[in-house]
């Protein structure tokens, strides 16, 4: 049994310990996923609700999807709720607009590489991730993504949503959804490559 | 034939499997030929598979308030 799956067994049996675990695990990502929906203010409220309704329904958690995936859901239901709520408070009509790809310089007018890709020094995840300073720089670059690439780029690669479960929360066809993650993708890329070449953030 | 730019579009199409026969058959074609575009598409899935294992998790939680606020589920 692993970490997690020892973890919710606990939950399922009410251990506090185990709620605290679980904070501890995923609370600042629920925060970070729902900023750019509600606003900061809200995304503590969302965050809690979402607790209270997780601990309440965690003995109807069947494993079938992360326990990251299962809380995202009960979030973005949460959110949907409170921009309801507080409709004016945050507008997201403007997402959705694709500002076209971030590499386009990197091309030439017959549309070959200019500026191929580097060689990295890393190969896998796990490589990139136990540099602490690596590490911190995806989060400070995927914090400064445009709003609808980083909840699209949250919900998709870090909580595991299907495409039609955020094209629904985020009322977008889900070609927009598939263009933002690209485009967030990218941006990513280029950082990481940054990186890769600098040994910089 | 698919220019390295228009690879670079489809990059995530290509990771996801997304591709319909005849433009996959165009990606594989220009993939076989073209390093500069193996390697960005590759990169390109390791930046997807590096942001699905990240943590946002390390900074201070104070989950005592926040316990105390969903209140326990065995209170």
């Known amino acids: 049994m692993d970490d997690e799956q020892e973890m919710i ?25 729902t900023v750019p929906l509600v606003g900061r ?20 958690f069947e494993g079938r999807s992360a326990f990251r995936t299962w809380l995202a859901r009960i979030a973005l239901n949460e959110a949907r709720a409170m921009r309801r709520k507080y409709s004016r408070e945050v507008s997201l009509d403007s997402w959705g607009v694709d500002p076209g790809s971030p590499i386009t ?42 709003s609808d690439q980083q909840s699209v780029v949250m919900m998709r ?3 595991g ?41 | 034939m698919l220019t390295c730019r228009e690879m670079s579009e489809l990059g995530s199409d290509i990771i996801d499997h997304r591709l319909t026969f005849k433009t ?11 390093v500069r575009c193996r390697n960005y598409i590759k990169q390109l899935e390791l930046t997807s598979n590096t942001l699905k294992k990240i943590s946002i998790d390390d900074e201070y939680v104070d989950t005592d308030s926040i316990l105390k606020s969903v209140r326990k589920p065995d209170a």
């Not at chain 1, 067994?9 to 996923?33: N, S, V, W, Y």
């Not at chain 1, 203010?41 to 109807?60: C, P, S, Y």
């Not at chain 1, 590490?135 to 400064?144: F, G, M, S």
């Not at chain 1, 094209?167 to 940054?194: P, S």
Request: charged share 25%.
């Open chain 1, 9 to 33: 067994q606990r939950l399922k049996r009410g251990d506090p310990a185990a709620c605290e675990t679980a904070i501890k695990a995923h609370h600042r990502f629920l925060i970070a996923m």
């Open chain 1, 41 to 60: 203010d809200l995304a503590d409220d969302v965050a809690q609700e979402t607790w209270i309704k997780a601990f309440a329904a965690v003995e109807k």
């Open chain 1, 105 to 146: 310089q990197r091309f030439t007018d017959d549309g070959a590489w200019s500026t191929p890709p580097s060689q990295w020094h890393h190969e896998t995840p796990e490589e990139i991730l136990t540099e602490a300073e690596l590490q911190e720089c995806i989060r400070k670059h995927l914090h400064k993504l445009p």
């Open chain 1, 157 to 159: 690669e870090l909580a």
């Open chain 1, 161 to 201: 949503l299907e495409f039609n479960e955020i094209a629904h929360a985020l009322g977008l066809a889900e070609g927009n959804i598939r263009v933002l993650l690209h485009r967030g993708r990218q941006r990513m890329h280029t950082m990481l490559e940054h990186f890769e070449e600098e040994g910089t953030c």
């Open chain 2, 24 to 34: 996959r058959l165009g990606v594989l074609m220009h993939l076989s030929m073209c």
